[in-house]
């Protein structure tokens, strides 16, 4: 784990990075109570000095869930279109969920440009600490409605890894609908879940191709696992797990064998 300044108001800072996948069913709707025993696992590390970045993806497909098909011909515009609409409906299921604990929650919209060295870089940085000190949960999305196709993101995942360097996160948990990296296609009976990946271990053989429609999300296992070994080189412990297992970010927080762990 990394070194934690003294004046820090928690032991321990982790992201959570929940994908579209965990979040909805085969209809491609949002589904509550996910979220709600996501807010349940981190209200609970809080009570234990662990406070959580959560990085949530949906703000497309909560949007789509809304509008239904949109008129406008440009795929760009369309996910501006969906993700200006979702974006304040899942803040207000995350507000009223985490107020349902007792907590607070807040809202930090990002492009690629405001992690470059700089006054934006440092705008940031206060922003994630003034409400961590506070001890609200930062809850951080991509501002699709505004993002530029040379200041996007490639996805949340590389938004989750960005977001664990600024803020000097002890670890990165990258949720998704599977255990984990796989030594073939999970569904396949003789495919095995990897425990444990060294960034230097040649895993990128097992990844499968994925194809995803609109407003799905754009990270698949290709993309996990690259942000996983860059950020695991930075000295940042990095798993990559199933979000739908009820009790999996307190399982890993409590080192139990779940997931794929990823380490230098």
């Given at each position: 784990m990394n070194n934690l300044n003294s004046d820090r108001m928690h032991a321990k800072r982790i992201v959570v990075k929940v994908g579209t996948n965990v979040?909805?069913?085969?209809?491609?709707?949002?589904?509550?109570?996910?979220?709600?025993?996501?807010?349940?696992?981190?209200?609970?590390?809080?009570?234990?000095?662990?406070?959580?970045?959560l990085v949530s993806s949906g703000s497309a497909i909560a949007g789509k869930e809304v509008l239904g098909t949109c008129s406008s011909e440009d795929k760009s515009t369309r996910r501006q279109i969906y993700s200006s609409v979702g974006q304040p409906r899942?803040?207000?299921?995350?507000?009223t969920m985490f107020h349902d604990f007792g907590m607070r929650c807040g809202q930090v919209l990002a492009t690629k440009r405001d992690f470059a060295p700089g006054k934006y870089r440092e705008n940031m940085i206060n922003c994630y600490e003034g409400l961590l000190t506070e001890g609200i949960i930062p809850i951080a999305n991509e501002d699709d409605a505004v993002s530029l196709s040379m200041s996007m993101f490639s996805d949340n995942d590389e938004l989750a890894s960005l977001v664990s360097e600024l803020v000097g996160a002890d670890m990165l948990i990258m949720l998704t609908d599977i255990e984990g990296l796989y030594t073939g296609?999970?569904?396949?009976?003789?495919?095995?879940l990897l425990r444990h990946v060294r960034v230097h271990d040649n895993v990128e053989k097992y990844v499968q191709e994925n194809e995803k429609g609109e407003g799905e999300g754009r990270g698949g296992m290709e993309s996990k696992l690259k942000i996983a070994k860059m950020t695991?080189?930075?000295?940042?412990?990095?798993?990559?797990?199933?979000?739908?297992d009820e009790n999996i970010i307190i399982d890993i927080l409590e080192g139990k064998e779940v997931g794929t762990k990823f380490t230098v």
């Open positions: 979040m909805t069913n085969r209809n491609n709707r949002i589904v509550g109570p996910i979220l709600k025993n996501l807010v349940r696992q981190i209200a609970y590390l809080y009570e234990r000095d662990i406070i959580t970045i899942m803040m207000r299921h995350y507000y296609h999970p569904d396949h009976e003789d495919s095995e695991a080189s930075k000295n940042i412990p990095t798993y990559i797990a199933n979000g739908k």
